[in-house]
């Protein structure tokens, strides 16, 4: 067990809907991560959160946004799903951000598209 | 673009032998190359990394090698155990720490007894 929360485990939404996905990093890690992890595109980073603040962005789409909050979690947001959005979402939490802690990832939330 | 490739997709080996996982990258700026384990239904967990500054680390049974010029680094598992089937993913990640990492595509690998 890593630490890090992720809820939900599982949800299954239709096209065009929005879904929040939820992450609790571990106990004293600032930074926190989202990752995008599907058949076609392989594990991909979405966005970095450190501290309440966006300090990287990967590929991320513009439908797509996050933040965390001053409790240190942090919340993925999809809107205007689409068919192909339907993958594994991982959160990961580290340290702080701009160094090399490890991060230690979630057990991971699958969305599904329908 | 993908900025690091990764091979063989699959890999099979025999408990007791020597299993070999290769990534190649693009990006020269590159300065951290991590792998990480993924068991099914689990997130990935770091494994061992390496930064451009040496050309192996060596972690109990699993070894990583690094070569610089040819851009290339690999993940050794000596001894594998059918514990050890799972699957691997090599990143990298451009100078200041790793919050931007690119994976490569993964491999799996099953042990067979």
């Known amino acids: 067990d890593s630490g890090v929360t992720q809820t939900p485990k599982h949800l299954i939404t239709a096209t065009g809907q929005r879904v929040t996905l939820r992450c609790s990093p571990r106990?004293?890690?600032?930074?926190v991560y989202w990752y995008q992890q599907s058949l076609d595109q392989g594990l991909q980073f979405l966005i970095h959160y450190y501290n309440g603040e966006e300090r990287a962005k990967g590929n991320i789409l513009e439908r797509f946004s996050a933040q965390q909050f001053p409790d240190l979690h942090s919340e993925l947001n999809l809107s205007s799903l689409e068919l192909g959005d339907s993958a594994l979402y991982f959160c990961?939490?580290?340290?702080?951000?701009?160094?090399?802690?490890?991060?230690?990832f979630g057990p991971g939330t699958r969305l599904t598209v329908l | 673009q993908q900025q690091v490739k990764q091979s063989p997709q699959s890999l099979i080996v025999q408990k007791g032998g020597i299993s070999i996982i290769n990534c190649a990258y693009e990006?020269?700026?590159?300065?951290?190359f991590p792998w990480y384990q993924q068991f099914p239904g689990k997130g990935p967990a770091l494994l061992i990394a390496?930064?451009?500054?040496?050309s192996e680390k060596k972690e109990g049974r699993f070894t990583i090698s690094f070569n610089k010029s040819a851009k290339q680094f690999s993940l050794h598992i000596m001894d594998s155990q059918p514990g050890d089937s799972a699957t691997y993913f090599c990143?990298?990640?451009?100078?200041?720490?790793?919050?931007?990492?690119?994976f490569g595509t993964g491999t799996r690998l099953t042990i067979i007894p």
């Open positions: 990006n020269t700026a590159f300065d951290y």
């Open positions: 990143a990298a990640s451009p100078p200041g720490g790793n919050e931007k990492l690119t």
């Open positions: 106990s004293g890690d600032l930074s």
């Open positions: 390496i930064r451009p500054d040496v």
């Open positions: 990961a939490s580290s340290v702080r951000g701009y160094s090399y802690n490890e991060q230690f």
